[in-house]
């Protein structure tokens, strides 16, 4: 019994520290790694609490229930803030625009399959992630007819296709060690930033390092820009991870999902191409991933995702109105 009780204590303590999204220990590679499964440890807390009060012999025990309940409660606070509705985005007028960011997967690329997915969900302004310049190109040719305006990015694997004339366009790493794209277009007659991103994925200490420059790069350059402004991509942070919430933080910019809902990006793929034996275990991750941040001045209507199509990344979409 007595060993019974330090596991119980040992698990509770923990779910209670992990349920602390914006933590200090979440700064470090190995918790932000841990922190992925931020909403299975929510299950599980879930699953505890309701042991301890229906199980016969985990019954009485009032301090684990107390401290699970205060773990839980964590836990539904975060999750739930992301349904609960913003004012600004009550508010009426502004000129609408769809925006949408699409990790592609250059390895499991079909550019017929890629280009009906972009005319099955038509977007005002489309950024991928991922596509070499060839595959690039050949969507290009597919879906000109929607897109009159394209820059590829020089740098990053980056590419952005628009329906309004894009003004300007550069590649900038702003002294980080990665890449991003740069554009200013013209929408109803004003100019509207857009930048795409895709950071290192924090894979080990070094790539961790990597994304949390290119992250605090972008963020100081952000918070200097006047105009209205939209930041997309692959970010390579979970919408809970200390990272981002700090991104954000900085750049005084807001996640277009707050008050819209969660939306897992990542991990969907079910061909037998990108499901090799090595990522089985893939396929029972679910995390959001790929992600779309507007400046004060944009308001957010509706966030939703579309279909994989061949890639491991759900698109993400946004209705804005500038």
């Known amino acids: 019994m007595i060993l019974l009780n330090l596991i119980l204590w040992i ?8 349920s602390l999204a914006t933590a200090w220990w979440y700064k470090f590679w190995l918790f932000e790694i841990i922190g992925t499964g931020y909403l299975w440890f929510a299950g599980a807390t879930l699953l505890l609490w309701v042991s ?6 985990l019954r009485r025990k009032r301090s684990l229930q107390i401290v699970s309940a205060i773990a839980l ?3 539904a606070q975060f999750t739930l803030s992301w349904y609960i509705p913003k004012l600004q985005d009550m508010k009426a007028g502004g000129t609408p625009l769809t925006a ?9 690329w079909e550019t017929a399959a890629i280009a009906q997915l972009i005319k099955d969900y038509p977007a005002d302004i489309l950024s991928l992630v991922e596509p070499t310049q060839e595959q690039a190109a050949e969507l290009r040719d597919e879906v000109q007819d929607l897109y ?12 952005l296709f628009s329906r309004y004339p894009i003004k300007s366009a ?6 980080s ?17 857009v930048i795409v991103v895709r950071p290192p994925a924090p894979q080990n ?19 200097q820009q006047k105009t209205p402004l939209i930041v997309m991509g692959d970010f390579n942070t979970t919408a809970w991870s200390f990272y981002l919430h700090e991104f954000t933080q900085r750049s005084r910019l807001r996640n277009a999902a707050a008050g819209h809902g969660l939306h897992p990006t990542w991990y969907y793929a079910s061909s037998a191409k990108a499901t090799p034996s090595t990522h089985k275990f893939f396929q029972f991750i679910k995390i959001p991933l790929d992600h779309i941040l507007v400046s004060s001045n944009i308001r957010v209507e509706q966030v939703t995702t579309a279909p994989p199509s061949v890639s491991d990344h759900r698109p993400l979409i946004a209705r804005l109105r500038i």
């Open 52 to 57: 301890l009060f229906l199980v016969k012999p």
């Open 170 to 175: 550069k590649t900038d790493n702003l002294k």
């Open 205 to 223: 200490k070094s790539y961790f390092n990597r994304r949390k420059q290119v992250l605090r790069a972008l963020a100081a350059y952000v918070k």
């Open 177 to 193: 060690p990665q890449h991003s794209l740069f554009a200013t277009l013209e929408i109803a007659g004003k100019p509207v930033q």
């Open 148 to 159: 009159p305006h394209y820059y590829r990015a020089t740098g990053g694997n980056l590419s």
């Open 11 to 18: 698990v509770t303590i923990t779910l209670l520290g992990l």
């Open 100 to 108: 949408m960011t699409y990790n592609v997967n250059y390895q499991l």
């Open 73 to 75: 409660l964590f836990y």
